[in-house]
C-alpha cells in the first residue's frame, strides 16, 4: 500500500469468530504500512464507533445479533452517508447484494472468495471515495461567503485556494482515471466499476465547476 494507507483505519463488523480472524489475517498480509482495524460484533456497536469517527472504511456483515440484510446497510449508511461501507457477504445473491450498493454501499465482497488483493482493492476504492467526497465538501464551502466580513485583500488568497482545489480535483480525476484502467484488466466487480463511473463523472462536472468560479470576477467583501 502508499503511504497513505498508514492513515487506513477499518471499522470491521463482525460476529462471527471465523471469519473476523480470516479478515484479519488478510489485513495482515497487506503491504506495510498496514490499516489498522477495530471489531465490533452489532450495529449497536458499530454506530458508536461512526459517531466517535476517525474510520476511513466499515466492512461489514449484512447479519448480525441485532440487525440483518437491507436493514444493516441502511443503519450504516443512514448513519454516515460519506463513510464507504463494504459488504462482507456470505451470500452470492446478487439481487440483493445490488440492492445493497443502491441502497449506498460501497461494493461487496464474498466470504470466502476473496484475498488480500482484493481487500487491497477495496480499501484503496474506499480511500478514493472519502478523498472525493472531502473534495466536494471543501469546494462547496468555497462557494459560500463565510460568516464573518472578508478583507479586500483576500481577493488573491481567495483565487489561490480555489486554484489549489481545481489543482487537487486534477489529481482525483488523474487517480480515478488510471483505477479505471487497471478495473477493465482486472477482477473488478461490476459494482466497483459502477462507483469508478460515477466519481469520473462527478470529478469532471466539478472542475467545470471550478473553471467557471476561477474566470469569474473576484469575490468582494460585504460592505459594512
Not at 84 to 111: H, R, T, Y
Not at 174 to 184: F, G, I
Amino acid at each position: 500500500m502508499s503511504q497513505a494507507d498508514h492513515d487506513c483505519h477499518i471499522l470491521m463488523v463482525e460476529d462471527n469468530p471465523g471469519d473476523a480472524r480470516l479478515t484479519q489475517r488478510l489485513i495482515g498480509q497487506l503491504p506495510q504500512p498496514r490499516p489498522s482495524w477495530k471489531q465490533v460484533t452489532t450495529v449497536a456497536d458499530a454506530l458508536t464507533e461512526i459517531a466517535r469517527g476517525g474510520y476511513t472504511v466499515v466492512l461489514t456483515d449484512l447479519d448480525l445479533p441485532d440487525s440483518s440484510g437491507r436493514e444493516t446497510c441502511h443503519r450504516l449508511v443512514g448513519a454516515a452517508p460519506d463513510l464507504p461501507i463494504v459488504l462482507l457477504s456470505g451470500s452470492q445473491d446478487e439481487v440483493a447484494l445490488e440492492e445493497a450498493l443502491a441502497m449506498g454501499a460501497l461494493d461487496f465482497l464474498v466470504k470466502g472468495e476473496f484475498d488480500a488483493s482484493d481487500l487491497h482493492r477495496v480499501l484503496r476504492l474506499a480511500q478514493v471515495h472519502g478523498s472525493h467526497r472531502r473534495l466536494i465538501a471543501y469546494s462547496l464551502s468555497l462557494g459560500s461567503p463565510p460568516p464573518p466580513p472578508v478583507p479586500h485583500g483576500d481577493a488573491a488568497s481567495w483565487s489561490g485556494e480555489l486554484a489549489t482545489s481545481r489543482d487537487l480535483l486534477l489529481t482525483c480525476q488523474k487517480a480515478l482515471l488510471h483505477l479505471s484502467q487497471a478495473s477493465t484488466a482486472s477482477s473488478a466487480t461490476a459494482g466497483q466499476r459502477a462507483v469508478l463511473q460515477r466519481l469520473e463523472h462527478s470529478t469532471e462536472a466539478l472542475l467545470v465547476q471550478m473553471a467557471a468560479l476561477l474566470q469569474a470576477p473576484a469575490r468582494q467583501p460585504p460592505h459594512s
